[in-house]
């Protein structure tokens, strides 16, 4: 999708820290993190809403909630984490590429935007 950060990042048009990728999702440090630890899962299919989701982009959000568990190294998630979706304006969504935030660690707050 044109003009989209998550896709130009996907692209590897704008750079970004990596912590996994595969077929389906790659993994980033959030820049401005609100945790210790702040990734976001961005699937690589372009959609905004889970209002919007096909059924096989629903596979393949599937497939990436699963795979975050098998992470649990890489994303220091063994003291427990918490997964956030913003959705629409009202919850401070401000990049229109559905993703997950994942925030693990110590003082894991939530700042709405
Ligand atoms: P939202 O507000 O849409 O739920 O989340 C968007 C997230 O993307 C925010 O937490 C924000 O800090 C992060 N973000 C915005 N621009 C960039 C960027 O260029 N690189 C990375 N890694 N994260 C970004
Ligand atoms: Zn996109």
Redesign the pocket.
């Known amino acids: 999708?044109e003009n989209?950060?998550?896709?130009?990042i996907?692209a590897g048009e704008i750079p970004a820290q990596k912590m996994y990728e595969d077929d389906d999702m790659i993994i980033i440090k959030d820049i401005d993190p609100k945790a210790k630890n702040h990734f976001l899962c961005i699937p690589k299919t372009?959609f905004k809403l889970l209002a919007e989701m096909t059924e096989e982009q629903a596979e393949t959000l599937k497939r990436c909630l699963k795979k975050i568990p098998t992470l649990e190294k890489e994303l220091e998630l063994k003291g427990g984490y918490r997964l956030v979706i913003n959705q629409g304006d009202d919850a401070g969504q401000s990049v229109?590429?559905l993703h997950i935030h994942i925030l693990s660690g110590q003082k894991m707050g939530w700042t709405p935007a």
Do not use: A, E, R, S
């Open positions: 999708m989209c950060l998550f896709c130009k996907i372009h229109f590429h």
